[in-house]
């Protein structure tokens, strides 16, 4: 019940900042539609609902989102290079890496900003094991600890603060 309280204020937060109206049509609307939401949608995404109230949680994500978007775009001028000039070698494989994160959403979070980042794919998670399987476009280490400091430490540190 907390969890779906916490989803339906934030969600009506949403909704404000969204819509940019506070007519009381726009709010009974913005209710029902946060409430419908939150009614639906509760129990799987806040398995912890006292987290919401850490204010540097926030503050790490907003860090992070420029983190992500700098090592998107290296890695879209790198595809680009190897795209271009036909003799930059390739040596696409499958690697594993490992991971500290334990809480699903974290882990989920990890591994659609791996596979989001060009060159690179996440093919499976492992949580009993800790550890990712990514496709890499050019694999420069078949090194478990290697290849999780070339790909997934950057990540996750700060996802680690946000989410655990």
């Not at 806040?46 to 983190?67: A, E, G, S, V």
């Not at 040596?91 to 979070?109: C, H, M, Q, S, Y």
Request: net charge positive.
């Amino acid at each position: 019940m907390k969890s779906r309280t916490i989803l339906l204020i934030l969600g009506f937060i949403v909704w404000l900042l969204l819509t940019g109206s506070l007519d009381w049509q726009h709010l009974i609307i913005g209710l029902i539609v946060s409430g419908f939401v939150a009614y639906l949608t509760g129990e799987l995404f806040t398995q912890r609902p006292n987290l919401f109230f850490h204010p540097q949680r926030y503050f790490w994500f907003l860090y992070y989102i420029p983190l992500f978007l700098w090592e998107c775009f290296k890695s879209n001028i790198d595809v680009a290079l190897r795209v271009i000039h036909p003799n930059k070698p390739l040596n696409p494989g499958i690697v594993k890496v490992e991971t500290t994160l334990r809480n699903d959403t974290a882990l989920t979070f990890l591994a659609n900003s791996i596979t989001l980042t060009p060159g690179t794919l996440t093919v499976d998670i492992d949580k009993e094991k800790g550890c990712l399987y990514i496709h890499w476009i050019d694999v420069k280490t078949t090194d478990v600890e290697k290849a999780t400091e070339m790909i997934v430490k950057r990540f996750e540190r700060i996802l680690k603060k946000i989410f655990e």
